[in-house]
């Protein structure tokens, strides 16, 4: 008898994992619920909800370690874990419209100017570009359809009842609650879900995992700046640690060429991310990328950071922008990135917001000034930029399953991916497990 497989989130780890079902001639019933929209209908400025989820709406860096972008290897072994990831790259070529334009980046070795400052982190990374990221979510999209999987767009699960195998949701716009029925449900909830997720946790007193705080700043400068090291690595990743405070540093999601800074939603507040189109009519010869910081030891770490990043909201709602120098920029689009930008004295009150923690972005800061001397004060920040994690729940190995709930699979931001690779690796991993059964 067929079964009905339920995915809820149309990130990467979803769409993988329907994608891995549909290319198997799965014959049971597929739904996707998600917050957002179609790809047809997704604004660009829409950069958390919707077909492809957060990760699949921004510049599109595929890395190639299972190291980076969360736990993956644990659960399957490290040439299991390679081999999931090489499906996923290869789907994102499979609906790309010009797939001869990916490709690997892979550095060899680390730059001597680099080691007296900073660790640094060099791994290949397939780079699709955020404009390209689009025309592959509209193909994608086109392809599951076609294949029968239903989507249901817009709309907001509020409930789920892991005892009967109910999800019960509603339209964001209003509407009667809907109830839908599975067998197997995939629980890939991505970053505007994580509350969701510990919600249930919570609910069904599941077994977790305590997650560290994530949180700092999107850094962004003229690319001449750190183009000696940009030569050696595209998505440079450079890294501090103070093992003796509980804080580790690290640069990550770095954007060159047609770069420029996006507003995220989260939660009802202006945090920021970063972007890069491959096509050369947008190149602004701009860098950016975020500073973050993981911090261990605090006792509830997803409420914390959710606090913080409150108390960085200006009173217009927006974030902030603070810069020696330079002015904030613009969206590919020509539009002023919305950010408050503050003075020095509102800059001395965001070190205070952090209870002391920005310090250490300081210092990273003033490390960056060595390693690239030209650098001086022609750069700016916007402020907050943050990744929050809930408590991962326990999972079993195999399939990823809840130990409670073993028809009930966590993948992604919602369990430990942090990046497209692993996230998408994730989906697929789950319905290789599954197919004997379904």
């Given at each position: 008898m067929s079964k009905n497989v339920l995915i809820i989130g149309a990130g990467v780890a979803g769409v993988n994992a329907a994608t891995k079902l549909v290319d198997n001639n799965f014959d049971g019933k597929i739904t996707i619920v998600d917050m957002g929209k179609n790809p047809y209908n997704r604004p660009y400025d829409d950069v958390m909800t919707g077909f492809l989820g957060a990760g699949g709406?921004?510049?599109?860096?595929?890395?190639?370690?299972?190291?980076?972008?969360?736990?993956?290897?644990?659960?399957c072994g490290e040439d299991k874990a390679m081999e999931l990831m090489d499906q996923v790259i290869e789907n994102f070529k499979r609906f790309h419209p010009?797939?001869?334009?990916?490709?690997?980046?892979?550095?060899?070795?680390e730059p001597d100017f680099i080691k007296p400052h900073f660790g640094l982190r060099l791994?290949?990374?397939?780079?699709?570009?955020?404009?390209?990221?689009?025309?592959i979510g509209k193909n994608w999209f086109d392809f599951l359809e076609s294949k029968g999987v239903e989507f249901i767009w817009e709309t907001k699960v509020s409930d789920i009842d892991f005892d009967n195998n109910i999800v019960r949701s509603s339209l964001l716009n209003g509407g009667e609650e809907i109830s839908i029925s599975y067998d197997e449900l995939i629980f890939g909830v991505g970053k505007s879900g994580i509350d969701f997720g510990k919600q249930l946790a919570e609910k069904y007193k599941l077994p977790t995992e305590p997650k560290s705080v994530q949180i700092g700043v999107r850094f962004e400068a003229p690319q001449k700046h750190f183009q000696k090291l940009i030569d050696v690595s595209y998505d440079f990743k450079l890294y501090r640690k103070f093992e003796d405070k509980g804080v580790s540093l690290r640069s990550f999601c770095t954007n060159n060429n047609a770069a420029y800074v996006a507003v995220e939603q989260t939660?009802?507040?202006?945090?920021?991310?970063?972007h890069a189109r491959k096509d050369e009519a947008y190149r602004n010869d701009m860098t950016n990328f975020g500073i973050l910081m993981e911090i261990q030891g605090i006792e509830k770490p997803f409420e914390w950071s959710r606090n913080v990043v409150k108390s960085l909201q200006s009173t217009d709602n927006t974030g902030l922008y603070y810069s020696p120098t330079r002015k904030p920029?613009?969206?590919?689009?020509?539009?002023?990135?919305?950010?408050?930008?503050?003075?020095?004295?509102?800059?001395?009150?965001?070190?205070?917001?952090?209870?002391?923690y920005f310090?250490?972005?300081?210092?990273?800061?003033?490390?960056?000034?060595?390693?690239?001397?030209?650098?001086?004060?022609?750069?700016?920040?916007y402020i907050p930029e943050v990744k929050y994690l809930s408590p991962e729940p326990l999972v079993n190995y195999n399939d990823l399953s809840l130990t409670k709930y073993n028809n009930v699979h966590f993948v992604g931001d919602a369990l430990s991916a942090r990046g497209i690779t692993v996230s998408g690796a994730q989906g697929i991993y789950v319905i290789e497990s599954l197919l004997d059964n379904i």
């Open positions: 709406w921004s510049d599109g860096k595929l890395t190639y370690h299972t190291s980076i972008g969360g736990q993956l290897s644990k659960y010009k797939p001869e334009e990916v490709q690997c980046s892979n550095p060899i070795a791994f290949p990374v397939w780079h699709v570009g955020t404009d390209y990221l689009h025309e939660y009802g507040n202006h945090t920021y991310n970063g920029s613009q969206t590919s689009e020509g539009i002023d990135v919305s950010a408050t930008q503050i003075d020095i004295g509102g800059y001395k009150e965001v070190v205070n917001m952090f209870d002391g310090t250490y972005i300081e210092d990273f800061i003033d490390g960056m000034k060595k390693v690239f001397p030209t650098l001086k004060n022609d750069w700016g920040m």
